[in-house]
């Protein structure tokens, strides 16, 4: 049974499985399966069953229920999985002994100015989510972090009093005059509605404090209550401030520094424009690789996108979803799953105001028209498309088959979500008896047709030559009519095409 299940809030009392010395890293929510996150993840919307009796204008304001339509990809499994991993590599060699000592350092080094001796734990996770807009990063990241509590309160610990709250992780986003001081008072700000403390206030009045010693008393904040993940939304704002203002330098020094200094994992969002710094400076190159997200291709989930949506339609007439309707809002969209969204809600709502109650190609015109719609056709290689990750969750599961001499032969089969089907080898060692593996006739039937059976290509492109009609006289023909060798060998020579030599 997973823990946390029965809570609704943001803010749950911690519960361990073995008590093994790692409270921190002990109270974590277990990691989803794929099931079980989807079913968290996806929000569906419930138009009336009587929509059509409703009146235009309910109609057109049933449609803004569009926008809180949520339908979960294969890539936000893989992006739940990094966001996890990184508060768990936080807390891994983050035990009660550690965190003292490593506050203590910093404390003193605070209070006297001498050098610190950084003796304590690994480096924590650093990296970047970087993506077109409109693709979804920030609200797949929300979306993911509240499958888990964000606040876990700690009271008592192998049979000793224990209290302290550990905060899983914050999102902070990013002013557009963001500075080194705005983005430290920010994230306060983000642990006082946490945990409700006051934090910025106090921080706040000393109106003279220097960006050291609010950086200072940020790290003390991060480390006291173990934060695992600061999530730093809209990056390319900072990094567009600091070098407008020459502050480049302070702003890097500042991210570095909270992450090796507090052991806190930093995940940035932001577009692709901030990649430009990420690539400029080596040290944080290396601390900024992570998941580049491109638009959808016109492929398997592109469709399975359209389609989700096209059922919610608030128009009288329910306009069918055709091949070219769906390459036509694909063009004008550029694949961006808030364009899609955006471009068949105020279809709709045109197609209602003009009395036609249909969507139609030139209602998705006019649509983008009014929206202001312009994507370019190209965007940068340097990334991955969200239609290109695949998740499959494989279980395994042994299979006795009884040979002919009643010993038992173990066949390791897969079964593999979304139907998605993959041919696995399948290895019998038995006794052979004049070169014939011998078997159940059963069960070399039902092997036989899940081994030959395709493998299924969603997205992939097919390769090889296109298909045309052969020749009577072709030999890929003639074999099919009559797979032996004696028909082979006796068509050819009627056409013809067979040489006999004597010797």
């Known amino acids: 049974m997973m823990k946390y299940r029965t809570e609704h809030t943001n803010t749950v009392s911690a519960e361990y499985g073995k008590e093994q010395g790692n409270p921190f890293l002990e109270a974590l929510p277990e990691l989803l399966g794929k099931a079980e996150f989807v079913e968290r993840m996806k929000s569906e919307i419930h138009f009336p069953y009587d929509l059509p009796e409703r009146s235009p204008q309910e109609r057109r304001n049933y449609l803004t229920e569009l926008t809180t339509w949520f339908q979960p990809m294969d890539y936000m499994y893989n992006l739940y999985d990094m966001l996890y991993r990184a508060m768990s590599a936080t807390y891994q060699t983050k035990t009660v002994v550690e965190s003292v000592r490593q506050l203590n350092e910093i404390y003193m080094d605070f209070r006297t100015g001498r050098e610190r001796t950084l003796n304590y734990s690994t480096q924590a996770y650093s990296g970047a989510v970087l993506g077109v807009p409109g693709i979804g990063k920030t609200s797949t990241i929300q979306r993911c972090l509240s499958t888990m509590p964000q606040v876990i309160i700690h009271t008592k610990y ?116 901030a990649e430009e710094l990420f690539m400029k400076q080596e040290h944080l190159k290396r601390r900024t690789r992570g998941l580049r997200l491109l638009p959808m291709k016109f492929d398997m989930t592109y469709r399975k996108f359209i389609s989700s949506l096209w059922e919610y339609q608030a128009t009288l007439q ?54 202001g719609i312009e994507v370019p056709k190209v965007y940068s290689r340097g990334g991955t498309s969200i239609s290109d990750f695949t998740v499959q969750e494989i279980e395994f599961e042994t299979i006795g088959v009884d040979d002919m001499d009643g010993s038992e032969i173990e066949i390791e089969c897969s079964v593999v979500e979304e139907s998605k089907v993959i041919t696995l080898p399948v290895v019998l060692e038995a006794k052979q008896t004049e070169e014939t593996v011998i078997q159940p006739q059963e069960e070399s039937e039902t092997l036989t047709e899940s081994t030959t059976e395709p493998v299924k290509r969603f997205y992939a492109s097919k390769r090889g030559r296109k298909h045309r009609e052969r020749d009577k006289a072709d030999l890929v023909s003639i074999w099919k009519q009559n797979e032996s060798a004696e028909y082979l060998i006796q068509t050819l020579g009627t056409y013809q095409m067979i040489e006999r030599r004597c010797y």
Do not use: W
């Open 158 to 273: 192998q049979d000793k009093q224990f209290y302290t709250k550990q905060i899983n992780y914050l999102v902070v986003e990013c002013p557009s005059d963001c500075s080194v001081k705005t983005l430290a008072f920010n994230i306060l700000s983000a642990i006082d509605r946490a945990i409700g403390s006051e934090y910025f206030t106090q921080a706040g009045s000393l109106k003279s404090i220097s960006s050291s010693a609010l950086t200072t008393r940020l790290k003390i904040i991060c480390m006291n209550h173990h934060i695992g993940l600061i999530v730093i939304d809209e990056i390319q704002n900072a990094i567009q401030t600091a070098a407008r203002n020459k502050q480049t330098r302070p702003l890097i020094k500042f991210l570095v520094e909270l992450t090796n200094e507090t052991s806190t994992g930093i995940c940035f969002c932001g577009t692709l424009e």
């Open 318 to 371: 329910k306009a069918e979803l055709t091949e070219k309707l769906m390459k036509q809002i694909y063009d004008l969209s550029a694949g961006i799953p808030a364009y899609i969204v955006k471009i068949v809600q105020e279809a709709q709502a045109q197609a209602i105001l003009s009395g036609r109650e249909k969507i139609t190609y030139e209602s998705i015109k006019q649509a983008v028209s009014y929206l």
